[in-house]
Each structure stands twice: as C-alpha cells, then as structure tokens.
C-alpha cells in the first residue's frame, strides 16, 4: 500500500495556507478597483477641470469627447445611479434572507429530530454501519452535529451571496468611469471585481469546511465515518440556500428585464436602460442578485457537495479506515491548489497582456480558461503523486476496489477537461461570433416566431456534445475508482472555480456598467465599449452556467453513490416496480419545477408591463425627459413577487425526497434520483443555450458590426423586434429555470444522503402497510 509523500503536517499547513492567500488576493484586486474614485474634485482636480488630476485615480487623460462635457456631472451621476442599484440589491437580500433564515432554522431542527430518532435519541454508541466488529459514536452525535454543518454551510452560502452582491454594486459605476479610458481599462476593473468574488467564494468554502472537519474531529476521534457522514451537512445547508438565491433572484431579474423591454423597447421605441423606463433600475438589481448572488451561492454548493461525496466516500474507503490523513483530505488538497492555480491565471488577464481592441475581450477570457485548466492538470498530477500512496483501495458498493494514485489523477483529469469541452461547446452555441446565433438572427427577417423555432432547436442540439463529455469522465472515472473516482471527477471540473467565477460575474458587472453609461448620459462611444464587454460578458455567463450544470451531473451522481451506500441498497434494478415509478415521477419532476419558475417570471413581468405602461400613460412629461419616472414601485414589485414565488418551488424540491423517503422507502428514492438526474440535466443545459443563443442574436443585430447583421438591423426594425420578442422568451429559460435546476438534481441527491439513515431505518411506510 504505501504513505504519501506529503506528510500529515504538510497538508494541515498547506491547505489553510492556500486559503488565506485565495483571501489576501481577493482583498488585493479589491483595493486595486477602489483605486478607480467615484468622487469629482475631492483630489488635486477642481470640478471644472477634466485634466488628469488624479481624478479617477490615475494619471489618464480622458481620450473622449467627453472632454468637453462638464464631467463633474457624469461622475456625480454615476455615483448616485451606483447608489441606488446598491441599496435596492441590499434591501432586496435582506428580505429574502429573512425569509430563508426562518426555513433554515425549522430545517435544522427537522434535520435533528429526523436523525436523534433513527435510534431513538440514545446516547449510547452502537455497531459502525460499514463495520458491525466497531462500535462508533451514537445516532444524536451524527445529528447534532449534521445539524451544525447544515447551518454552517448555509451561513456561508449567504455570506458568499452577498459579499459578491456587494461587490459587484461597488464595481459597476467604475467600470463605466474607466470605459471613458478605453476598453482595456473597463474591462481590468470588471475582471478584478469578478475575481474578488471568485477567490473569496473558493477560499472561505475550503476554509469553513476544513475548520469544521478539525472541530468536529475533537469528539469524533478516530470515527472517520461518522465524522464525515456528519460533514455532508455542509453542502446540504449549501445548497439549500442556493436553491432559493438562484430563484427568488432569477425571478426578480427576469421580471424587471421583460417589463422594461416589452414596454421600452417594443412598445416605446427608447433605448435598453434609458433613465425615462421606470423598471430600469430594478432591471440592473436584478443583474446583481440573480447573477452574481444567485450564482455565487450555486457553485459554492457544487463546491461544497462534491468535497462532501468524496469524504464520504473516502472514510469507508482504505484512507478512512487506516486513518490516512493527507490522502483522506486529497479532495481539499485539490482545490487549496485550484486557488493557487486560478491566481496565477488571473495575472494573465489582468497584469500580463493588455487588451487594446474590442475584438481582444472575448479571446482573453476564453485563455482564462483554457491557461487554468492547463495548469491545474499538472497541479493535480503533482498532488496525485505527493498526497496519495501509490496504491490504495475505494469503497465500491460493499467491496474494496484497489486502485493507484495514476488512476485517481486520470477521474480528476477527465472532470476538469470535460469542464472545459462543455465550456466550448457552450461558448459556440452562444456566442454570435459563431453560426448557430447568427442563423437564429437570421431568422428574425420573417417574425418572432421563426426565430423561437430556430432558438428551441439550438437549446435541444447543444445538449449533443456535452452530454457526450459527461458520459465519458462518469464511465472512465468510475471504471478507475468507483463513485470516489465520480466525485473527485465533479471536483477536478470545479477546481478552477475561482477563475469561473470570476468570468462569470464579470458579466452582470459589465452588463451593469453599460446600464450606467446610458442612464448617466454618456456618449454613444462609451456605450459600444460596455456593450462589447457586455456582450463578451453573456457569452461568458452561457460558459459558467454550462460548467455548473455539468459539475451539478457529477456531483450528484456522487451523491446518489454515497446515498446508496449509506442507505444499504446492495443495487438499484431498473425492473422492480418500487424503482421504476420512481425513474417516471424523478424525470417529471424538473418539468414541475420549471413550469413552477416560468410562471413566477411570467406573472411577476405582466405586473411590471402594467405598472410601466402606467407611468409612461399617466406621468407628464416622462416620455420627454423632463419628468422623473418613479423607480421605486417597480422595485417593490419585483421584490414582492419574487419572494412570494420562491416559496412553492422551494418547497417542491426540499419535501420530495422527504415524502418519497418516508411513505415510499429508500429504492423508491434511488429512482427518484436517477430519473430527476436524467432529465434535469437535458432541460438545464437546452434552457441556459436557448435563452443565451437568443439574447446574443439580438445583440448581433443592435451592434450591426457585419455586414449581414446590418441588413437585419437597425435597432427599431421588424426583424429587431422579433429579436427582442426571441430575447424576452429567453430571458426566464437562461436565468431562472435554467440555472436552478442543476441546484434541483445536487440538493435532492444531498438530501437523501443527509437523511439516509433515517429512511433505510423508518422509511416505506406505505409499503409496509400493504405487505
């Protein structure tokens, strides 16, 4: 068998290490885009002087011919635009969590009463699950302490919601200042703030996480198992939190963007973010709280719920039962060198070449990528060498599978390249550089509804390829280590997060600076530059979401190994009717779920339709510029609708696996699982194409910068309207029900792993009343 090389103290210096320098990194890059000052006239420049003054914080001279304009205004504007988008996400995340706190809260106790009884509250230690010979700490131990990292989990996610909220309502109004610099000066701004986010978000969940287990080891001792069946509360209380963040904030976003467009673009022929729509800033808020609050707290329970697989899996498994330390933590060893990895990436970007072009944005953010995931395949090649002894043995339902540490680099390789295949693939389908959008733009000369025919068939096509990718890292990866090989498959494609993260909330940020420049009155030259970023920016989003679908496939197919384990399932037969009717009511299930969301996005936008119709109707002067639309009402109107539709299917998603595992036992479940699996993942990744495909075929015709985007334009003409129309559509698909379903396959699988105990020990009431 071997020892790694890496000794013990080794991986307790290196992972806590990398952590705190994921964190000092992102407090670096924020103290550079605070650089960029919000506030004329406060340095050496008066307000009437546009010189370089050390103004924005730099020696530039604005190249614009802003010039001539009275700048003190602009940058005044700017700020209190920043100002108003700031404050409507923060109330907005208050409320919600208010909402979400109170289910925390009866969860966890759910969550306790559920586990303390599965040996009726004893306090006595009883035989260990996997080995009757041992005995190991009692059932309550396991629930209040699953209970604790329930919350804990929980906790984090809504913290890294909001800091990233936060951050990106800090960065928006700079990014717009820095536009007037040109575009590589933007987009620098809008990629360090999106890497704030990404590297706080990476390290404090590798952080929290290895606090926990290090705590939780003081009254486990040597019980590894119980010890890390403990842990996977941490990416329940992840993800549950994600589940309502990507929801209420989808629909928030969603309701706001279709209200303004339908009523300012279609119907009043104004601009996109034109200060006259009075839904203009609850649309940029939403940007902030479905993007990046939604996503932020999505990939941290990815993140979290793959470690929490393969530890798992890991403490049945040669590491756990010999005590191994540093191969039993390899999974976070993995990401403690993804954080390095990414930060070497982010120089790339930032410091070590320019962007003087517009044409040069969306390349650099693609080398983001691909640079990352070069090195991460030597970094985990080196970690696989020194954290893992060369042969080993893996917990393969019921049996030791003997493995070697090749093997195990190979299952992190193969989910950290598939990551990047569906990243590609995504990138082609929506990007409108490529033919597939350029088609759909086509489409739009004979009306709305060829252009949503086209759009639906590209959604269905993209899911080709990446479901191909994901099918061959689970068949290679399984076939090397069993379900470990799965999960740390899922987490080799989430080892770049931080640099993920940071492309990805790069692009509400550009799309709110964009947004800002218009509102504030900039020229139209500054508006082409955020739009390029914003445009670069949507594509880039397509990508991250791709990433979180595909991760959220492996993650819980993970899941549903260690859930079948754990529950004492020997195997899962398709053919017995208990299983089956699961598969049937598991696939449906991501329909209900979806019509659910769409809905909410639906009602919510013919509320905000009405409300914007009557302003433009009943406020004079607003049409012309000279009246102040109230922002105000339409904000509430999004809040109020998004946190009052969060609720069912919120509801749906966390009470399934309980009603199913408490009336219908534990195989029933199993097909559940699989069929929600399944399905869920071709509905999300059609959905976020489709709405993408859409939305950057409409900017292919606005931006007109060929010479066939040009016949189909210019903004206002018939094919841009269907366009719009196609955009509206989308708009729901891409950010609402889309993205959340991937939430809906992780959290379901984590939860019936939480729970397994109880089920396997009380669960099929139904059944076995009618034995």
Request: with cysteine; hydrophobic share 50%.
């Amino acid at each position: 068998m071997g020892s790694s090389i890496l000794p013990d103290l080794g991986t307790e210096i290196l992972i806590p290490l990398c952590a705190v320098i994921g964190i000092a990194f992102s407090l670096l890059q924020w103290v550079l885009v605070s650089k960029v000052k919000l506030s004329p006239g406060r340095d050496s420049a008066s307000p009437g002087n546009n010189g370089a003054g050390g103004k924005n914080g730099y020696g530039d001279y604005l190249i614009e011919e802003e010039e001539g304009l009275n700048d003190h205004n602009v940058v005044l504007k700017c700020a209190e635009i920043q100002t108003a988008i700031s404050e409507g996400a923060t109330s907005f995340l208050f409320t919600e969590y208010q909402y979400v706190g109170i289910f925390m809260i009866a969860f966890a106790i759910l969550i306790f009463l559920f586990l303390g009884s599965v040996e009726g509250f004893s306090t006595k230690s009883q035989p260990c699950t996997y080995d009757q010979s041992k005995t190991c700490k009692p059932a309550l131990a396991t629930a209040i302490f699953s209970t604790i990292s329930f919350l804990l989990g929980a906790v984090t996610s809504v913290v890294s919601g909001f800091l990233g909220m936060k951050i990106a309502t800090y960065a928006n109004a700079r990014t717009t200042l820095e536009a007037r610099k040109g575009v590589g000066k933007a987009f620098i701004t809008a990629f360090r703030s999106g890497a704030v986010m990404g590297f706080l978000l990476a390290a404090n969940g590798l952080l929290v996480l290895y606090i926990a287990i290090n705590l939780f080891k003081l009254y486990y001792g040597d019980d590894w198992g119980g010890l890390f069946e403990a842990i996977t509360g941490y990416g329940l209380g992840g993800s549950s939190m994600a589940l309502f963040g990507r929801v209420g904030g989808g629909i928030y976003t969603k309701a706001a963007d279709v209200g303004a467009d339908l009523v300012g673009k279609v119907e009043r022929n104004i601009p996109e973010d034109d200060p006259r729509n009075p839904a203009v800033i609850a649309d940029n808020v939403g940007d902030n709280v479905g993007d990046i609050a939604g996503m932020g707290s999505d990939l941290f329970g990815s993140y979290a719920e793959s470690s929490c697989a393969a530890l798992v899996v890991a403490s049945i498994s040669s590491f756990g039962i010999n005590h191994e330390l540093t191969p039993m933590l390899y999974p976070l060893i993995i990401s403690s060198v993804g954080i390095i990895v990414c930060l070497i990436t982010t120089l790339f970007a930032t410091d070590f070449f320019e962007i003087k072009a517009v044409k040069e944005i969306e390349p650099s953010l693609k080398r983001q990528l691909i640079i990352s995931t070069v090195l991460m395949t030597i970094g985990i090649a080196i970690v696989s060498w020194i954290a893992l002894p060369s042969s080993f043995t893996i917990f393969n339902f019921g049996n030791q599978k003997d493995v070697k540490n090749w093997q195990l680099f190979l299952c992190v390789a193969v989910g950290l390249w598939a990551g990047l295949i569906i990243g590609f693939v995504t990138e082609y389908y929506t990007s409108n550089a490529y033919s597939p959008v350029q088609d759909v733009a086509d489409s739009c000369r004979t009306g709305a509804a060829t252009n949503v025919i086209f759009g639906l068939a590209l959604g269905y096509k993209s899911c080709i390829i990446p479901i191909f990718a994901i099918a061959v890292s689970i068949f290679v990866s399984f076939s090397f280590a069993a379900m470990y090989g799965i999960a740390v498959a899922a987490l080799g494609m989430l080892s770049t997060i931080a640099t993920g993260l940071a492309i990805d909330a790069y692009g509400p940020i550009s799309d709110n600076a964009g947004g800002i420049a218009e509102m504030a009155g900039m020229s139209h030259r500054i508006r082409e530059r955020t739009d390029a970023l914003d445009a670069a920016g949507n594509t880039t989003a397509a990508i991250g979401k791709g990433f979180a679908i595909g991760s959220a496939a492996l993650v819980s197919l993970a899941l549903f190994g260690a859930f079948v384990s754990r529950a004492a399932i020997s195997k899962v037969d398709v053919l017995t009717p208990k299983v089956f009717i699961g598969l049937l009511v598991g696939a449906m299930l991501p329909y209900w779920f979806s019509a659910m969301t769409m809905k909410s996005v639906g009602s919510a936008a013919l509320k905000m339709v009405e409300e914007v119709r009557r302003q433009f109707n009943t406020i004079p002067g607003l049409m012309e510029g000279t009246a102040k639309p109230d922002y105000a009402t339409c904000v509430k109107i999004s809040t109020d609708a998004s946190i009052k539709e969060m609720i069912p299917p919120g509801a749906l998603v966390m009470l399934t696996p309980l009603i199913v595992g408490i009336f219908f036992g534990v195989e029933t479940l199993s097909g559940v699982l699989a069929g929600s699996l399944v399905s869920g993942v071709q509905i999300a990744i059609s959905a976020s194409n489709t709405g993408g495909a859409w939305d950057n075929a409409k900017k292919y015709i606005e931006a007109g910068a060929s010479e066939h985007a040009r016949t189909l334009g210019p903004k206002g003409s018939d094919p841009h309207k269907a366009a719009v129309i196609g955009d509206t559509i989308g708009d729901p698909l891409k950010d609402t029900s889309g993205p959340s379903l991937n939430i809906l396959i992780k959290l379901m699988a984590v939860e019936s792993l939480v729970f397994a105990p109880f089920f396997a020990t009380h669960g099929g009431l139904l059944f076995k009343i009618f034995q």
